[in-house]
């Protein structure tokens, strides 16, 4: 592992592993306070729509600024700040300010250390995939780790893990590598790259990526009834937190095991073909989680996490990186972390507490039909990228590269 991919790999598994505490099990602190389905989704989809204001508007000052370590250090005081009060709240609208600040400042992280990370990725210094893969081993083993602690000490350690887990990444920030110029080893090399028109309105109005933002954000938006509903269904159902820990831990190891490879998958499948892959997947995985709780399907389930997460994000990403030129690439996953995880992921999960609470684990079905519109939009794209000229779809005269 290089200079630049350990403090990177570092850094991600705390911020990912922040995430194996509040995804899995943060729905349980929030029932152990009393709320109900609709309550707990809301603040859910609150902690998720806070991304809105956080990541563009620190999306802009890393573009403006390029002191990408300085504003990833603020981010994290700020969450350490909301997260301070929060064990001590037993109330619905306490507990869902200061969560929403916790998870804006958080998640606003998230595309600044992409841009950290992808700047070196486009300068072939590091391989993306396996500095993300660490992401995913993060969540794997806070997740797992937690089911015990849970069990014993109850769900009071929930956000006092997270505040834990912050507070290390804070302190990691000053061993991470500064934005890669763009006089590495491949820019040295004549590239078909596409470019931007230079502004945030090309991004937004630009026909391919409009599609691209749907078919990305249905994709995610069908993890809504498991982000929401999984632990607490599965211990209604009989797991106790340390089933359920290993359970997410096992779908993240999927992930990460995806992303090791994942140079070499998207040079097999094109960023367009992970997409496609994610939609099938999704509408296999949520069917089955609809029919049954047994373990056994579970656990097969829990394997295609890598299908439905983890080839959309990497061929999100990739699609991205290939698309926008670097000194728009803050703004541009500013964009992407705002409509996909923010409106699509966030709305969805609004949808599923109400049908969660009415029709239990039949609420899967919805999921469904949202990978299938993942599905149908990677197909539109398939067209447009046959049909429609190239400066239409990829913002750029050049020619597009393979996606």
């Excluded at 769900?155 to 590495?184: E, K, Q």
């Excluded at 496609?276 to 829990?302: H, K, N």
């Excluded at 609004?350 to 599905?375: C, E, N, R």
Aim: charge should be positive; include cysteine; proline fraction near 6%.
């Amino acid at each position: 592992m290089s200079a630049r991919s350990l403090p990177l790999s570092v850094h991600y598994a705390l911020l990912f592993g922040f995430l194996g505490v509040f995804t899995p099990f943060g729905p349980v602190w929030l029932e152990s306070r009393g709320l109900t389905p609709s309550q707990i989704a809301l603040i859910t989809s609150a902690t998720i729509w806070a991304r809105l204001f956080f990541v563009p508007f620190a999306g802009e000052i890393a573009d403006s600024t390029g002191r990408l370590r300085l504003i990833i250090a603020v981010l994290a005081v700020g969450a350490i700040a909301a997260l301070l009060p929060l064990p001590f709240q037993t109330s619905f609208w306490p507990i869902l300010a200061l969560g929403a600040l916790a998870l804006g400042f958080h998640s606003a992280i998230t595309p600044i250390s992409e841009t950290i990370t992808l700047s070196h990725t486009r300068t072939g210094q590091i391989d993306y995939g396996r500095v993300r893969l660490w992401g995913s081993l993060g969540f794997c083993g806070v997740a797992a780790a937690m089911g015990p602690v849970i069990d014993t000490l109850g769900p009071d350690a929930i956000p006092w893990a997270m505040l834990a887990l912050v507070t290390a990444l804070l302190l990691g920030v000053v061993t991470l590598p500064a934005r890669s110029s763009p006089a590495g080893r491949l820019a040295q090399k004549p590239t078909k790259r596409v470019h931007p028109t230079g502004t945030t309105r090309a991004l937004l109005t630009s026909p391919f990526m409009l599609v691209f933002l749907v078919t990305s954000g249905c994709l995610l938006a069908s993890h809504a009834t498991y982000f929401g509903f999984s632990t607490i269904h599965w211990s209604r159902t009989g797991s106790d937190a340390l089933t359920s820990g290993l359970l997410w831990s096992e779908a993240l190891l999927a992930e990460g095991v995806l992303f090791f490879f994942g140079a070499a998958i998207v040079r097999r499948f094109a960023p367009l073909g992970l997409l496609g892959i994610s939609a099938l997947t999704g509408v296999m995985r949520w069917v089955l989680m609809a029919a049954t709780s047994d373990p056994l399907v579970l656990m097969f389930s829990q394997l295609l996490q890598a299908g439905t997460f983890a080839c959309a994000h990497l061929g999100a990403m990739y699609i991205l990186v290939r698309n926008v030129k670097p000194e728009m690439s803050a703004r541009a996953q500013a964009i992407y972390f705002m409509v996909c995880p923010c409106l699509f992921l966030g709305g969805s999960i609004v949808l599923s507490g109400p049908l969660y609470d009415t029709f239990g684990q039949k609420a899967y079905l919805a999921d469904v039909i949202w990978s299938a519109a993942g599905g149908l939009g990677v197909m539109v794209l398939a067209v447009m990228m046959r049909r429609l000229p190239t400066q239409s779809r990829a913002l750029s005269h050049e020619p597009m590269v393979r996606s």
